[in-house]
């Protein structure tokens, strides 16, 4: 919802990240922003990689079969098809704007594989931690074609697709009470503007991936390049700007989960014990 300045204090960017190239799957190319050294994690988010080539060699090979326990990825395209395949029998398509986001549980293994040979493969896989409760939960998915991801223009000149939270009534259909997450996908015109109001006490970022924006107002107003995350701090209303040309960027955030958290590959759980038991149990074929 669009807020006034007396609503609550302006959010700030509290730091700055760049994206470092990377290579995941079988060679699949890619800027990893969230699981670098620069910023390890974000409770509750694990990992953030943005992949974005047109190049097919760069992607071609996609991520055959792995396993994970203990956490979510939500996988978000903008470009290009990707075919996803699971051992509990689960198949099926990303196009270009849906999304896919899946309650790993107690383990799954499975593969995402580009449907096409050429042309433009861009999207985005977040990784969201479970709290211990739920890290041995059957697995699910949630996945919704863009047709069911409402689009939403709540000022001059700026369009929000609302994939999980609310934007002036409008709820994505994204649903997670552990985490009660925001994921939403923002196109600001040249000089446009807008005001959000973040949930209290969620862990926060946005990352510019078209064109560069300015996050906060005033003295606290810093420009976010393309390509680049800022981590959010201080206030729950949140002010993003679009410069001298047109710009797209994710805002995301969730309730941060403040546990134990010990991660070894595709494996997320609260001690060492719990991952050496995934090691075993992946091993014995129980996933």
């Known amino acids: ?6 609503d609550s204090r302006n959010a700030h960017v509290s730091r700055l990240v760049r994206g470092q190239p990377a290579s995941d799957g079988a060679g699949v190319r890619l800027t990893r922003v969230i699981g670098s050294p620069m910023l390890p ?15 097919p060699e760069d992607y071609l090979a996609g991520f055959p079969d792995h396993p994970h326990r203990g956490f979510e990825t939500v996988t978000y395209m903008l470009d290009g098809r990707m075919r996803h395949k699971d051992n509990h029998g689960n198949e099926g398509v990303l196009v270009p704007g849906s999304v896919q986001w899946m ?24 990784w969201v931690n479970l709290p211990a409760r739920d890290k041995m939960t059957a697995p699910r998915y949630q996945e919704f074609a863009p047709e069911r991801i409402p689009v939403v223009q709540p000022a001059e000149g700026v369009s929000v697709k609302v994939i999980a939270g609310e934007v002036d009534g409008v709820a994505g259909p994204i649903v997670q009470p552990a985490t009660d ?30 064109g560069g924006v300015t996050v906060g107002e005033g003295e606290d107003a810093r420009a ?9 701090a201080g206030g729950e209303r949140l002010v993003v700007a679009a410069g001298d040309g047109p710009a797209r960027l994710i805002l995301v955030a969730g309730r941060p989960l403040r546990e134990p958290v010990v991660r070894h590959g595709p494996f997320v759980m609260n ?12 091993q014995e074929g129980r996933f």
């Open 103 to 126: 309650t790993a549980g107690r383990g799954l293994v499975h593969s995402e594989m580009p449907e096409q040979e050429e042309g433009r493969m861009r999207g985005f896989q977040l």
């Open 224 to 232: 976010l390049p393309v390509q680049a995350l800022a981590v959010l």
């Open 1 to 6: 919802m669009a807020t006034h300045a007396n």
């Open 271 to 282: 001690s060492k014990q719990e991952v050496m038991q995934a090691f075993i149990d992946y």
């Open 41 to 55: 994690d974000l409770d509750p988010f694990l990992l953030l990689d943005e992949f974005g080539t047109d190049k």
């Open 181 to 210: 997450p925001v994921y939403l996908d923002i196109a600001l015109e040249a000089g446009a503007a807008w005001a959000h109001r973040l949930p209290e006490g969620h862990s926060a970022f946005a990352y510019a991936y078209e």
